[in-house]
């Protein structure tokens, strides 16, 4: 149950943040430098915002240091946030699933999957770094 909550934290503080972040992309960033090139501005801060909030959750939820639990958590997160942006873009952008992953940028669309990767390995990578510093 603990690494259930802990996914669903996982994903529902990034994703506050991405929401948050979207409509600033969106309507002040894209504008002026161009859509791609305000998604890649946007992937290394909500990677920032992922080890952050990786990083708290293990450790306040004491989500145990193996490797089962924090790739549970990463996964759960994960399917979450797919889950949570197809019904995005189905009610706001009104198209399709194919037809959104057919409009995305080859570079920025690289770069948004990648981040969603590394999102999901997350909990993994901060692990070693939290739990190095719990053990000294």
Known sequence: MRILKSG?????????VGFILGPI?????APRVGAST????????????????ARWIIRGFGVPPK???RLGMGCIALVLMLVAE????LWFR?????QYLAERDPVSGAVYYTTLG???LMPLGVA???????AS
């Open 8 to 16: 669903l934290l996982y994903f529902v503080l990034v994703f506050a």
């Open 25 to 29: 992309r969106i309507f002040w960033i």
């Open 38 to 53: 305000a998604e890649l501005l946007e992937a290394p801060v909500m990677l920032v915002v992922s080890v952050f909030v």
């Open 67 to 69: 490797l089962s639990p």
């Open 86 to 89: 197809f019904i995005l873009v």
């Open 94 to 98: 009104a198209v399709s699933i194919h």
């Open 118 to 120: 590394v999102f999901a």
């Open 128 to 134: 070693r770094e939290s739990d190095r510093s719990q």
